[in-house]
């Protein structure tokens, strides 16, 4: 892991934010992301300088994961570094606005159940997600 990769895994592991569990390179498919929250369908990544030149892949990867439902965040290297009250700031927001909401009518319903069983789960077109640089 990148430094600024070790600073983030530290405020993100043990649900250390807002109660949620992330997972560190985890694999979605034929990809790995920096970190993975299953409940949320979030991938957060840090651009350093691993990603300068492979940015067309970095999109193609995004836009891929994408239309499986996964959200994605993305922030700079220097910002974790420079910035970590910011990059939680901005985390905890999304997750504020996009946290699911308990559906008692849902409860027992072994297709619901079995969506937090896999890693790639099914599209949902009404949410896009933005490629930020």
């Not at 990544?45 to 492979?54: A, S, V």
Request: proline share 5%.
């Amino acid at each position: 892991m990148t430094l600024s990769e070790v600073l983030l895994w530290k405020e993100l592991k043990n649900k250390n934010l807002l109660g949620f569990d992330f997972d560190r390179q985890r694999p979605l498919g034929n990809y790995i992301v920096d970190f993975y929250c299953k409940e949320l369908f979030l991938a957060i990544e840090i651009d350093g300088d691993t990603h300068i030149y492979r940015y067309e892949y970095d999109e193609k990867r995004q836009q891929e994961l994408e239309k499986e439902g996964i959200h994605f965040l993305r922030f700079n290297d220097i910002e974790v570094k420079k910035n970590m009250t910011n990059v939680l700031r901005v985390i905890s927001n999304w997750i504020e606005m996009n946290r699911p909401t308990s559906n008692p009518s849902e409860e027992g319903n072994p297709e619901r159940n079995c969506m937090h069983d896999i890693d790639q789960p099914t599209p949902n077109p009404s949410r896009e997600g933005n490629f930020l640089k």
